[in-house]
């Protein structure tokens, strides 16, 4: 596998079989590991990282970080291969990739535990349900979000952290701002049952797609649009194949860092601990790096000029959050409403700042 990153658009459709990674997975340590840059000293540790996105998103920084503080701390003997974009798995493999144990972290966002049978999770996909930042990490980093960790183990996961990514706008080849704007456009979703909701609730088409495919998918045609946060827009380069970004900022984005117990559990406890303590350092470089990107992207979106960015009046908001309610009525019966009681317990008292 070169060691560059391709463009997105690029990629080809098949990446390396799942049969592969498990080969790897036993012969990585004698020397036979993936065609990556050969290293002279032999680690003792392997541990790939693999993620859909690109290098230079919060996500993809943070992993470069993480892989950063192990080789220092560990002196070399515990390496981290960060394999970004798609590369190795992407949304339709990742689990199973974790399961056989070709890769030892992932990171996916919220909204794609639910197929792996953790349906609460899908609570972060609920539109208009966060205001800020701030509101999400009273959930993700207190006891709401440590029981959600430990529920991953229902699953043969190991949750290591929550972070975030921001909050999606909506993008299209016309302005979204009102319900109307919505009807009959297929629009690109996570395999998430909230998200589907939503977009049909906004009058919308759902289309479920692997996040490695969107670009294409909305290049070809096959798609009208999509929802993502700022920095997956442009890193993807969305904005070649869309006219009209809309400041929507209906929903939350984030991720959950897991492990596969098989792997975390034959750890030593000096190994756990020195993996914990780079994944947290990890996160939080990423969360406020989050923050500042989405600033910028911003900025650079504005600046584009083949891109119309559209902001909703009161209004316009009020008609969007209104459909928030029936999706909510719909988690409420799938997940329970216990959860979604304690989340907002957790949210509140709601700020009323931006983050
Ligand atoms: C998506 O599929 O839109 C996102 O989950 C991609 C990501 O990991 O940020």
């Known amino acids: 596998m070169p060691n560059r990153v391709r463009p997105n658009h690029a990629r080809p459709l098949r990446r390396r079989?799942?049969?592969?990674?498990?080969?790897?997975?036993?012969?990585?340590?004698?020397?036979l590991a993936p065609a990556r840059p050969v290293r002279s000293a032999r680690p003792e540790l392997l541990v790939r990282f693999s993620?859909?996105?690109?290098?230079?998103?919060?996500?993809?920084?943070?992993?470069?970080?993480?892989?950063?503080?192990?080789?220092?701390?560990?002196?070399?003997r515990i390496r981290v291969e960060v394999y970004p974009d798609s590369?190795?798995?992407?949304?339709?493999?990742?689990?199973?990739?974790?399961k056989l144990g070709a890769v030892e972290l992932l990171a996916p966002s919220l909204s794609k535990f639910g197929q792996a049978g953790l349906p609460e999770f899908e609570v972060f996909d609920?539109?208009?349900?966060?205001?800020?930042?701030?509101?999400?990490?009273?959930?993700?980093?207190?006891?709401?979000?440590?029981?959600?960790?430990?529920?991953l183990a229902r699953q043969q996961m190991v949750g290591l952290g929550f972070m975030d990514s921001g909050f999606k706008q909506m993008s299209a080849n016309r302005p979204l701002r009102a319900l109307a704007d919505f009807k009959g456009l297929?629009?690109?979703?996570?395999?998430?049952?909230?998200?589907?909701?939503?977009?049909?609730?906004?009058?919308?088409?759902?289309?479920v797609l692997p996040f490695g495919e969107t670009r294409s998918a909305l290049a070809s045609g096959v798609v009208d649009g999509a929802e993502n946060p700022l920095s997956n827009f442009l890193t993807q380069g969305l904005d070649g194949a869309q006219t009209d970004l809309t400041l929507t900022r209906h929903g939350y984005l984030g991720y959950a860092v897991v492990s596969h117990p098989r792997f975390w559990d034959s750890l030593s406890a000096a190994d756990q601990a020195l993996l914990r303590q780079a994944l947290t350092e990890a996160i939080?470089?990423?969360?406020?790096?989050?923050?500042?990107?989405?600033?910028?992207?911003?900025?650079?979106?504005?600046?584009?000029?083949?891109?119309?960015?559209?902001?909703?009046?009161p209004a316009q908001r009020a008609e969007l959050q209104r459909t928030a309610q029936a999706v909510q009525l719909g988690f409420e019966r799938r997940v329970g409403a216990g959860l979604l009681a304690e989340v907002r317990g957790a949210i509140a008292p709601t700020t009323a700042a931006g983050d």
């Open 284 to 313: 939080e470089f990423g969360n406020r790096l989050s923050a500042e990107l989405d600033r910028q992207a911003l900025e650079q979106v504005r600046r584009l000029p083949r891109l119309r960015v559209h902001e909703l009046s």
């Open 51 to 76: 993620h859909v996105v690109t290098p230079d998103t919060p996500k993809g920084r943070m992993a470069l970080h993480f892989r950063q503080l192990v080789a220092q701390r560990s002196a070399g």
């Open 126 to 151: 609920l539109p208009f349900l966060f205001d800020d930042l701030a509101q999400v990490r009273r959930v993700t980093q207190g006891p709401v979000g440590r029981r959600l960790l430990d529920r």
């Open 186 to 207: 297929r629009l690109r979703v996570q395999a998430s049952r909230v998200l589907v909701a939503q977009m049909r609730a906004l009058g919308a088409e759902p289309v």
């Open 87 to 98: 590369e190795l798995y992407g949304d339709e493999d990742e689990f199973e990739a974790l």
């Open 17 to 31: 079989p799942l049969l592969h990674g498990l080969l790897v997975t036993f012969a990585g340590l004698s020397g």
